[in-house]
């Protein structure tokens, strides 16, 4: 069997390329990303608007201020109670 020798004029690459050499690509050249985010775009503008419909037809039904914003807290109680952590994760110590 014989082997050949590779040519001395051809550059050789580098079998792991450093980071700087590799072509950077951006997020926005991945159509799954893109759908996510158009979508989630348009998924935030409807909760927004439902927020503030509800809170103009409580107050369009009562025209009570208490009634009004106790409908816009109640809105964001479920961001309230289950978005944050309370429980000290990652804290040190």
Do not use: Y
Not at 24 to 43: E, H, K, M, Y
Not at 56 to 75: D, E, K, Q
Not at 76 to 92: E, K, Q
């Amino acid at each position: 069997m014989s082997t050949t020798a590779p040519d001395p004029q051809t550059p050789k690459r580098p079998e792991n390329p450093a980071p700087s050499q590799e072509k950077a690509r951006s997020i926005f050249s991945d159509r799954n990303f893109i759908l996510f985010l158009v979508g989630q775009c348009i998924t935030t503008q409807g909760l927004w608007i439902q927020k503030i419909a509800m809170s103009w037809l409580a107050w369009s039904l009562t025209g009570s201020a208490f009634w009004t914003g106790l409908i816009a807290a109640l809105n964001f109680a479920p961001a309230f109670f289950f978005g944050a952590d309370f429980r000290g994760h990652g804290r040190p110590g």
